[in-house]
Structure formats: structure tokens, C-alpha cells
């Protein structure tokens, strides 16, 4: 389990990580060398959830919910735009979804 959420962790910051140097590039006209970084950062990306222990659409679900929490935390700390009561329920509730979609025990 702990590898797991260590995959989704990583990924979720590569995917975020990997976009905003697309965003600084594109949108506020920075380096292209950014774009080049956000490739190969969205490259490795591509390649975590392929190590995940369960299926695509479970892995890809379940990493939504990483995503919501991770992009709640990137604005806050990288933007300075502090989430409200209501980014971090709905950031909780995500999370719990994916401890769900994804450790609950099956038979």
C-alpha cells in the first residue's frame, strides 16, 4: 500500500509538475527549455501508474482523487492561492475515494 500511494504521489507531482512548466512556457512566455523539461517530466508520468498493482481504470481512477488533493496543495504552495473550508472537504472527500477504489478488500 505504502508503494502504491508513494506511485501516485510522484505521478501526481510529475503530471502537475510536468504541465506548469508547459503553462510558464505557453502562457507567460518563458524559456521553451521549460516545455522540453515538461515533456520528459510528463513522460515519466506516463510510465508511474504503469506500476501500479491493479488494473488502468482502477489505477486511473483512484489517481484522479491524488490529483485533486495534489493540485489543491501546488496552488496553495507554488501560487500562494490558499484553499478554502470547501477546496480542502472536497479534497478529503477525493482522497477517501480513493482509498476506496483502491484498498478495500475484494472478494
Known sequence: ????????????????????LFWLWLREGKSPTLGIFG??????????PTLQPVSFGRAYAAY????????I???WIV????PDRYDW???WIALLGVL???????H
Do not use: H, N, Q
Open 1 to 20: 500500500m505504502i508503494k502504491s500511494l508513494l506511485l501516485f504521489l510522484l505521478g501526481g507531482l510529475c503530471e502537475i509538475g510536468g504541465g506548469y
Open 73 to 75: 496543495l501546488w496552488g
Open 39 to 48: 515533456i520528459i517530466i510528463l513522460t515519466i508520468y506516463g510510465i508511474l
Open 100 to 106: 476506496v477504489i483502491m484498498y478495500a478488500p475484494r
Open 64 to 71: 484522479g482523487g491524488v490529483f485533486i488533493v495534489l493540485s
Open 79 to 82: 501560487d500562494g492561492v490558499a
Open 89 to 91: 472537504l472536497g479534497g
